[in-house]
């Protein structure tokens, strides 16, 4: 099995090009989704970050725009949330890959591959990228986000150009939809050479 980690800084388009990495056969392992699993009422962190953060539940669930609050800009607070939710993440991306054993080639999406350890994990890194004006755009398109929240979160993030010069594959999402997944199958092409 290939282990592709998928990267890419915010509003690049990773969910995206993880979907079409899923529609094209190859298992994607989703963080964001896993994080709402996690933040869920029923979700392992949600005690856990409230026991951390005392007020940024909301009938039982994380509330995502109050722990941002909480958590953005400083930086022991931010370390405090990933040490409780990372290593949950962490061990739904294994059994995820223990789920897929069978499969030739499954996917990671891990926004922070460069800044934490999960290119310990991975076979090859595929990074997502588009030009920063298209970032910026489509990050200050989200509900909640401003300019100085764009800013704090990209100071946290491996620069786009050194993801990409640190990337076995390089997909640009500026395009349409179907030049992205014209890219997707060309790196699934390229791997089961490799494979």
Do not use: W
Not at 16 to 21: D, N
Not at 35 to 40: E, T
């Amino acid at each position: 099995m290939i282990i592709v980690g998928l990267t890419g800084s915010i509003g690049m388009g990773k969910s995206t090009v993880a979907a079409m990495f899923e529609e094209e056969g190859a298992p994607a392992f989703n963080s964001d989704a896993a994080v709402h699993a996690l933040y869920a009422p029923s979700g392992a962190a949600a005690p856990l970050v409230e026991a951390a953060f005392p007020g940024v539940t909301r009938d039982g669930a994380i509330d995502r725009v109050a722990l941002s609050a909480r958590v953005v800009g400083d930086e022991a607070a931010i370390k405090r949330l990933e040490a409780i939710v990372h290593p949950l993440v962490r061990q739904m991306q294994l059994e995820f890959l223990q789920a897929n054993r069978d499969a030739e080639c499954v996917v990671l999406d891990i926004p922070l591959l460069f800044e934490g350890d999960g290119a310990r994990l991975v076979n090859k890194v595929v990074v997502v990228s588009a030009p920063p004006d298209v970032q910026r755009e489509r990050v200050l398109a989200r509900p909640g986000m401003t300019a100085e929240k764009f800013e704090a979160i990209l100071a946290r993030q491996t620069p786009d150009a050194e993801k990409r010069a640190r990337a076995d594959f390089v997909i640009d999402t500026s395009g349409s939809f179907d030049a992205t997944r014209a890219q997707v199958r060309a790196v699934l092409d390229a791997l089961g050479k490799q494979g």
